[in-house]
T-cell receptor, first 114, second 114 residues
């Protein structure tokens, strides 16, 4: 399917478990992003990647790990899930040009940590 | 990044025009004005962006004040599908390097009545 997909769409896990959220885009965009969205905080950037093998921290990176071995994939791993990581996670991709920061967002993954 | 101020919520009637305001009194000369919207249970989607001149696309129009301290997103005929949270975001390509992430505020929740 063309576009940006996320899997799973819903996930329930227990505190302390490792969880990986997948993100795949078919546009070959250079940039990919992970955001989390919580009530009262809006969307916050966790990590981003400017190209394969290049990643950098965003606003709230603690407790998360990312990798980008291929342009089209950008998985997000919660190494030891905590209840505070219960959230909706959005992946996005885009090409950053001088005048345009158009990002394309996936449908989101709703993660519950019990 | 310069900050934006938007009303928390607005209401509109179906098939009527909607004017969504955004104040950005500290905007810099190189800040681009971007609008995104987030439909219920979906990821944000790009709507429109501009620098100084008014802009039109198939989704909406963006009217930018002459002093650029405010802008208005115009939906010419609101439909029920336009009910969403609308985000006004400033992005300066001269600052932040190639990071490219967007800083989302709380946006304006638009309700459309049939």
């Amino acid at each position: 399917d063309a576009g940006i997909t996320q899997s799973p769409r819903y996930k329930i896990t227990e505190t302390g478990r490792q969880v990986t959220l997948m993100c795949h885009q078919t546009w070959s965009h250079s940039y990919m992003f992970w955001y989390r969205q919580d009530l009262g905080h809006g969307l916050r950037l966790i990590y981003y990647s400017a190209a394969a093998d290049i990643t950098d921290k965003g606003e709230v990176p603690d407790g998360y790990v990312v990798s980008r071995s291929k342009t089209e994939n950008f998985p997000l791993t919660l190494e030891s899930a905590t209840r505070s990581q219960t959230s909706v996670y959005f992946c996005a991709s885009g090409e950053i040009q001088w005048s345009s920061y158009e990002q394309y967002f996936g449908p989101g993954t709703r993660l519950t940590v019990t | 990044d310069a900050k934006t101020t938007q009303p928390n919520s607005m209401e509109s009637n179906e098939e009527e025009p909607v004017h969504l305001p955004c104040n950005h009194s500290t905007i810099s000369g190189t800040d681009y004005i971007h609008w995104y919207r987030q439909l219920p249970s979906q990821g944000p989607e790009y709507v429109i962006h501009g620098l100084t001149s008014n802009v039109n696309n198939r989704m909406a129009s963006l009217a930018i004040a002459e002093d650029r301290k405010s802008s208005t997103l115009i939906l010419h005929r609101a439909t029920l599908r336009d009910a969403a949270v609308y985000y006004c975001i400033l992005r300066d390509p001269l600052n932040g390097g190639s990071q490219g992430n967007l800083i989302f505020g709380k946006g304006t929740k638009l309700s459309v009545k049939p």
